[in-house]
């Protein structure tokens, strides 16, 4: 079994900040890419950040890009996802995956996922 579990949601003011983490068990990831999407109500799923193994390169959802920081810690077997000057736009279930590279992430062809952890951004 493997499993990847999101942390860190919560409610949070427009133009406020807050940190997800997502750590894996079950079997270790640290020769994976690493990634978010997430999903609002209502919506499909959209792509938010993914990282390389080795946290060399990261790519950015066009809504996301300089407001949120991938990262990882491969010893943790963990990936955060860093979102500053949060929109209201950005309210959704955001979930962490796993590939073996990060076109597979890019392409949303990847096969493990977390259960996701809500993120609520008021006005």
């Known amino acids: 079994q493997v499993q990847l579990v999101e942390s860190g949601g919560g409610l949070v003011q427009a133009g406020g900040s807050l940190r997800l983490s997502c750590s894996a068990s079950g079997r270790t990831f640290s020769s994976y890419a690493m990634g978010w999407f997430r999903q609002a109500p209502g919506k499909e799923r959209e792509f938010v950040a993914a990282?390389?193994?080795?946290?060399?390169?990261?790519y950015y959802g066009d809504s996301v890009k300089g407001r949120f920081t991938i990262s990882r810690d491969n010893a943790k077997n963990s990936v955060y996802l860093q979102m500053n000057s949060l929109k209201l736009e950005d309210t959704a279930v955001y979930y962490c995956t796993v590939g073996v590279n990060t076109a597979t992430i890019l392409r949303a062809g990847t096969e493990y996922w977390g259960k996701g952890t809500l993120v609520t951004v008021s006005s």
């Open positions: 990282i390389t193994w080795n946290g060399g390169t990261t």
